[in-house]
């Protein structure tokens, strides 16, 4: 078979992904409705506005702006406070990681940081790993107390952008005026109270890629090229004259076909169009990277290229963070864990990704068979082709519609069956949906109405009936007295009729928490595979010969993070998943799975898979 797609991580843009998304797919608030947007401007949150500018042609390059209002009382700026638990300033985290945590709107990378060891292309061999150590270079100020102090290691860090309530200010050198509380170094400077700083000239690369300063016998030598005068990834961060408006562009780059990146004549052409009047560079590269909140997580806005993988995050020092009121998360407990089991041992295996689809739709789950690819978001499918990306069919719920949040689907002979809830809302309501596969038109529904198992988010046909996952909340989206704990997996007759149902492991519940499992199907092996919300970890589970709890097979690692998953119909070890914050499709080889403990589900025949 031929995909035009085939390992978009090998360069080139993904066609599908520069299909518009309606802004309504995510229902009122967050930054979905601002996917795939173009040079309108779109509110991510009060005070916090993007919008994406793409330039087409044998150079093309496109650029992420968010316009931050810090005259708001409401909003605030801040830097990623010390984590010296590893034993440096930081413990690396993507963009991601640290706006879920902290509950930031919009988050960018900051600091050129280190240890650095670039990792080959495609690799997993890049330094720091998430978790690991990592300190900024330069000074970094967080919450009014320091973390990194003032440093030379590289000789770009010339400027600081530093933050106080309702204004900022760009300064030269690494020392914040009184009175502000957050600071970041980096550089170098590009515009200085409206006026242009030609990039002196620096020293080869130091020990951890960052620029050293001249030695004299290099200073003797004529310049090989315009300082500067190259493009690529890039953060910049810039100011009004008063300091009272912040933007933060981050622009992609190394991706044939979708951006090779900015030039300093680009970024100049941008803020000063934009009014600005200070203007620095923050770290770049396959660190430039920027992330928004959307109504179900982090939302990756650009699009990175760490380790040359298009969509692929890289673990960074520290980030800037936009924060708006209360728009951050409550703390989110968990209720006591019920007592493991006795250890077993558990296999770690890895799957091989095959190739990528773009998709925006791509942010719930995804179907698949024979010739065509289902991408899920809440209220909309999109139908593409599998062997060449095109959009082939939508459907999209009318705005407040009946139709709140679709979360699965599976192609039943000519019928996608779709698992829907009306998730957050309390009472849990759930209902099974279904859709005609040529037009995608919508054909019938069966209400299950409010289930104390809590919301549907999979249903898997099996030779008797129905194999369904049901979720349960430890956040605000929960129901009283019921964490998280209180998912489970049923089986109901072909009249959805319960016959049983089993609890899925501690151990994962514990890693899937607040969330549960968003994404399940019975292989060809018979195994349960589960996919929980956001981790990149794919669950085999067995079902028990006695008890109540499934057996946690093997744990299979691969580049997706969550959500709803399919089998290939033709390829019985492949799956497709889906990389939300990128909006993509991804087809992964899975590793054969040992016989194990247990017995198998009974998956039904393809050639019997009719409502």
């Known amino acids: 078979m031929k ?27 967050g930054a979905e409705r601002c996917v795939g947007g173009d040079e309108t401007p779109c509110d991510i949150s009060p005070g916090v506005r993007y919008w994406r500018i793409v330039r087409a042609g044998d150079a093309p390059l496109v650029m992420h702006v968010a316009e931050i209002d810090l005259t708001r009382s409401d909003v605030q700026v801040k830097v990623t406070p010390a984590d010296r638990s590893a034993g440096m300033e930081y413990r690396a985290q993507t963009a991601s990681d640290y706006l879920a945590r902290f509950g930031a709107v919009l988050a960018v990378n900051a600091s050129y940081f280190l240890p650095f060891v670039g990792g080959s292309k495609g690799g997993g061999d890049f330094v720091p790993q998430p978790g690991q150590a990592a300190a900024a270079s330069g000074a970094v100020i967080s919450d009014g107390a320091t973390v990194s102090p003032v440093e030379g290691i590289d000789a770009r860090v010339d400027s600081m952008i530093c933050f106080a309530p309702t204004r900022a200010a760009i300064v030269e050198g690494q020392v914040c005026p009184a009175g502000f509380t957050e600071g970041v170094s980096a550089g170098p400077r590009i515009l200085k109270a409206g006026e242009f700083v030609p990039r002196r000239r620096l020293g080869r690369d130091g020990v951890f890629h960052g620029a050293t300063e001249l030695t004299p016998e290099e200073a003797a030598q004529p310049a090989a090229a315009p300082p500067g005068s190259g493009g690529g ?24 076909g979708w951006s090779l990146g900015a030039s300093t004549d680009d970024i100049l052409a941008l803020f000063r169009k934009l009014g600005a009047s200070d203007v620095m560079s923050l770290d770049g590269g396959g660190s430039a990277t920027m992330v928004a909140r959307g109504p179900a997580g982090p939302i990756v806005m650009s699009r990175p290229i760490h380790t040359g993988v298009p969509g692929r995050q890289r673990p960074l020092g520290n980030h800037i963070g936009v924060f708006v009121g209360d728009a951050a998360p409550p703390a989110r407990g968990l209720s006591t864990l019920l007592p493991p089991l006795q250890p077993r041992e558990i296999s770690r295996l890895k799957a091989r990704m095959e190739y990528v689809y773009g998709a925006p739709e791509a942010r719930q789950g995804v179907a698949v068979d024979a010739q065509n690819i289902y991408a899920v978001v809440n209220t909309a499918i999109g139908k593409y082709s599998r062997a060449d990306g095109r959009l082939l069919a939508r459907w999209a719920s009318p705005r407040g519609g009946m139709l709140r949040h679709l979360n699965s689907c599976i192609v039943m002979d000519t019928e996608l069956v779709c698992a829907h809830s009306n998730h957050p809302e309390v009472p849990m309501g759930s209902s099974v949906e ?30 008797s009936g129905w194999l369904l996952g049901f979720s349960h909340y430890s956040d605000e989206t929960g129901v009283p007295f019921k964490s998280s704990d209180y998912s489970s997996i ?30 399940g199907a019975i292989g060809p092996d018979g195994f349960l595979y589960l996919f929980g919300h956001t981790l990149p970890e794919l669950y085999v589970l067995a079902k028990p010969r006695m008890g109540v709890e499934l057996l946690h097979v093997a744990t299979i690692d691969l580049d997706a993070g969550g959500q ?48």
């Not at 995909?3 to 608030?29: C, E, K, N, R």
């Not at 049923?490 to 549960?516: E, H, N």
Request: glycine share 10%; aromatic share 8%; charged share 25%.
């Open 564 to 611: 709803a998953f399919a089998f290939d119909p033709a390829e019985p070890r492949r799956i497709f998943a889906i990389d939300r914050p990128a909006g993509e499709v991804r087809a992964f080889r899975l590793p054969e799975i040992g016989l194990g403990e247990g017995d198998r589900f009974q998956r039904r025949p393809a050639a019997k898979r009719r409502r």
């Open 233 to 256: 990834p890039r953060t910049v961060a810039g100011l009004n004259a008063d300091g009272t408006k912040l933007w933060l562009v981050v622009a992609d780059g190394r991706q044939p």
């Open 434 to 463: 279904i859709f005609d596969t040529a037009t995608l038109a919508h054909k019938a529904s069966h209400s299950l109405g409010n289930m104390d198992e809590g919301s549907l988010t999979f249903a898997e046909p099996m030779a």
């Open 490 to 519: 049923i089986s109901v007759d072909d009249q959805w009729r319960r016959t049983g149902g089993w609890l899925i492991p501690p151990s994962i519940r514990k890693k899937m928490a607040p969330q549960a499992a968003s994404g």
């Open 3 to 29: 995909y035009a797609l085939l390992l978009a991580l090998l360069g080139g843009g993904t066609p599908a992904a520069a299909q518009s998304v309606d802004p309504f797919l995510s229902g009122p608030i």
